[in-house]
């Protein structure tokens, strides 16, 4: 069992930034993929960036490209997700998500995940 708790939401306005973490427990942290995905009301969950557990590289959604970073500390059991230049657009509630034994192709699928937090609320203002 892999226990996801995040933590760093709170409301912003246009152009701010935030950095969400999510802070993991219970098995080796450093042996599973990461991943942050988000959902709106009444949208469904979508998929906002992923970073791989061999070998640190990252993917990430088109639409946050160039303004998200995620990364990860595996000294402390942590994945981040640095959010700058953030828009209306991307309020929601963001939840990591921790998966292990998945191809590359399959990170961006929240079917393919197996633990999940509960989720932080990122709310930015116009």
């Known amino acids: 069992q892999v226990q996801l708790v995040e933590s760093g939401g709170g409301l912003v306005q246009a152009g701010g930034s935030l950095r969400l973490s999510c802070a993991a427990s219970?098995?080796?942290?450093?042996?599973?993929?990461m991943g942050w995905f988000r959902q709106a009301p009444g949208k469904e969950r979508e998929f906002v960036a992923a970073?791989?557990?061999?070998?640190?590289?990252?993917v990430y959604a088109d639409s946050v490209r160039g303004r998200l970073t995620i990364s990860r500390d595996n000294a402390k059991n942590t994945v981040y997700l640095q959010m700058n230049m953030l828009k209306p657009e991307d309020t929601a509630l963001y939840y990591c998500?921790?998966?292990?034994?998945?191809?590359?192709?399959?990170?961006?699928?929240?079917?393919?995940?197996?633990?999940w937090g509960q989720g932080t609320q990122v709310t930015v203002s116009s």
């Open positions: 998500a921790a998966a292990q034994y998945i191809s590359y192709i399959k990170l961006r699928e929240a079917g393919s995940y197996e633990y």
């Open positions: 219970g098995r080796t942290f450093s042996s599973y993929h």
């Open positions: 970073v791989r557990w061999s070998d640190g590289g990252t």
